[in-house]
């Protein structure tokens, strides 16, 4: 059985095709970085205009690399939600389109859960139950997961999400957009000390996040401090240290409030070598697990889109009438619960 997944749901054209058998039989992408970029973040339609450009040719390129015909696909899965709704509607239009003319099943799929269920293609795939961090540019949360679609929200940003708070740090420091990426990497040679930053809502009660206020004191410390190139990283490196340490606590407190030892790091934020590096350090002194998805499959993707769609397609999901919906805030919490198999 094979998916084709669609995922339009920001910036990202992303095209791929999933067999139950075989696996990942290609994964087509496409950035739009270089069209933001000048503005300094992402233009709503600018970027749906973009998908209109690049989603054809790409589903072209993917059914020619994996040397499928139409006739070879089984369903269709694309992203719903959550996202952005010019975006979210090329892909749910042309998924529907191609779905009605190829005569198979349409699966709309939510974004999030895509990302969850991501580190699933991976060769040692968690069992469920497990804790979730999900860590992306817009979206940083804390789910209990008891089965697909079986999720509870501990926590989640009020404010800033992870990736947004390094974006914006990144352009504070004199970084083009999308700068987080280069923020962690002037990191590395940052000298431990120097600067320290707080644990944003570590000192009381529960899971949720904020950054908003970490963001503006390392503001703060950039417009007193010189603007030479170490004192750059310098501060690169304290403010990744506190949000890192930040997702460690809030993630240590959900696991020992739910009585779970297993925990998954998925989103585009989850690329961070550093985070990867001490969550691992983490769930090793506590005598855990932690999983992730490869890099390439932290952002977004279309492989996740095929992935999660395939697994909703085996248990039977509703078949659709082709009517195009899409959710521009489609919470986790809202879909319905499967068992994974």
């Known amino acids: 059985m094979r998916v084709l997944g669609i995922e339009t749901s920001c910036d990202e054209t992303g095209i791929a095709i999933y067999d139950d058998v075989l696996g990942l039989l290609t994964n087509q992408l496409y950035s739009q970085v270089k069209l933001h970029a000048d503005y300094g973040g ?13 989603i054809i040719p790409l589903i072209q390129a993917a059914l020619k690399e994996s040397d499928l015909k139409s006739n070879q696909i089984d369903a269709i899965a694309y992203t719903a939600g959550p996202g952005l709704m010019g975006s979210l509607l090329v892909g749910a239009t042309v998924g529907s389109a191609l779905a009605f003319a190829w005569n198979v099943p349409v699966i709309p799929v939510n974004h999030m859960e895509a990302h969850l269920l991501a580190p699933m293609m991976e060769e040692n795939p968690p069992q469920v139950p497990f804790l979730a961090l999900l860590v992306s540019g817009g979206h940083t949360q804390l789910i209990k997961v008891t089965g697909i679609g079986n999720y509870k929200l501990l926590g989640e940003s009020i404010d ?3 990736g947004e708070a390094f974006d914006k740090t990144a352009k504070l420091l004199g970084f083009d957009y999308p700068g987080g990426p280069m923020l962690s990497h002037i990191a590395k040679h940052g000298r431990p000390g120097r600067f320290t930053f707080p644990y944003p809502m570590t000192n009381r009660p529960g899971f949720d996040f904020s950054f908003s206020g970490l963001k503006t004191c390392v503001a703060n410390i950039i417009r007193k401090s010189p603007a030479d190139q170490l004192t750059r990283a310098d501060i690169a490196y304290a403010f990744e240290d506190a949000v890192i340490n930040t997702l460690m606590i809030k993630c240590q407190r959900a696991l020992e409030h739910i009585g779970l030892n297993r925990l998954v790091v998925s989103g585009g934020v989850s690329a961070n070598h550093t985070l990867r590096k ?3 350090e983490m769930m090793q002194l506590r005598k855990g697990e932690v999983f992730y998805a490869c890099p390439t499959l932290c952002t977004d993707n279309g492989a996740m889109i095929a992935y999660t769609g395939m697994v909703r397609l085996k248990e039977n999901f509703p078949k659709t009438n082709f009517t195009v919906n899409v959710y521009p805030r489609w919470s986790l919490t809202e879909l319905p619960s499967l068992e994974y198999k």
């Open 42 to 54: 992402v233009v709503p339609e600018l970027a749906s205009r973009d998908h209109v450009r690049k």
């Open 160 to 162: 800033d999400a992870v």
């Open 278 to 280: 001490r969550m691992s």
